[in-house]
């Protein structure tokens, strides 16, 4: 098996970081995204890089999967955690070290940048997830996640 090359995003991947949110959505919560808001998500990404960046896994040349991280400002550690956001391997490279690899460039790069912690969410019912979130290092916190989506954004969810 071919070795996993990790490398940041280009805009390039727009179109595949589109269909694998998509797929990932769908696949995680049944959740249908509107792909124009969501393709202007994407992009925003790259146009303020403050907002953070985007991981690629290749195996072989072929794009094999992705994550997004965003930065979260801690007052009580005076630094910001990285939030691993939107992960999508895809079907056929699962259980293949894909997300490992990806995990192990983003905590270098944390740690490089003085980053004081990494953070991600998981579904409740994703125990697979969840099992290799714990077997890198991770522990559940002790916090539950609340949101309030503001009336402007379309939720087909519910």
């Known amino acids: 098996m071919p070795l996993l090359l990790i490398r940041e995003a280009t805009p ?10 998509t797929a990932m959505a769908w696949e995680t919560e049944h959740k249908r995204l ?3 808001v969501l393709e202007r998500g994407i992009a925003g990404v790259f ?3 403050r907002r953070g960046f985007y991981l690629i896994a290749e ?3 072929v794009a094999v999967g992705s994550l997004l991280v965003t930065y979260e400002w801690s007052d009580w550690r005076c630094g910001d955690f990285w939030w691993i956001q939107s992960v999508y391997v895809t079907p056929e490279a699962r259980r293949g070290g894909v997300f490992r690899a990806l995990y192990a460039q983003v905590e270098q790069q944390a740690k490089a940048a003085g980053a004081v912690g990494l953070r991600l969410y998981v579904e409740t019912e ?3 997830a969840q099992a290799t979130y714990a077997d890198l290092g991770m522990q559940e916190c002790h916090y ?3 949101e309030s989506v503001m009336p402007t954004v379309v939720d087909d969810a519910d």
């Open 47 to 49: 146009e303020q890089p």
């Open 34 to 36: 509107d792909p124009v």
């Open 12 to 21: 390039a991947d727009i179109p595949a970081l589109l269909a694998w949110n």
């Open 144 to 146: 539950q996640m609340y």
């Open 126 to 128: 994703n125990r697979r």
């Open 59 to 61: 195996r072989g040349g």
